[in-house]
């Protein structure tokens, strides 16, 4: 069971990995994240798109050690981490119901908020 919640949530991260790469490549998707301030990322908020692809990759590693897929990090580590995981994904998804945009509002806060579940439930097999 931990396994399928593992790779859903790693399948949601890896869609929003690319949807940052097209942000930081200049895809004119901006209203959708980062507040919705900017059609096309500015400088500053590309290197933030690019940092949240690091930040994903990271999650996913920590959710296929605690899910038991890959065995590399301490258990008690990875129990921790994957809690300040669950805690991470909440608070992003009051920051997207906080943004200005209603398409962040309309389409992120309820994905991140599906991340967050899913980040739950592996954090409490």
């Known amino acids: 069971m931990a396994t399928v919640l593992t790779f859903a949530l790693t399948g949601m991260l890896g ?8 942000l930081a490549a200049g895809a004119p998707l901006g209203k959708f994240a980062w507040g919705g301030e900017h059609t096309t990322l500015p400088l500053n908020l590309r290197f933030g798109a690019i940092s949240a692809v690091l930040r994903y990759a990271f999650i996913v590693f920590i959710a296929l050690d605690r899910s038991g897929t890959i065995a590399v990090l301490p258990e008690e580590f990875s129990f921790w981490v994957m809690w300040l995981i669950v805690a991470h994904l909440g608070f992003s998804v009051i920051l997207s119901l906080l943004s200005k945009s209603k398409y962040e509002k309309m389409t992120l806060a309820p994905y991140t908020f599906a991340m ?4 739950l439930l592996i954090a409490l097999q």
């Open 15 to 22: 869609l929003l990995a690319i949807f940052q790469i097209a």
């Open 116 to 119: 967050g579940v899913l980040s």
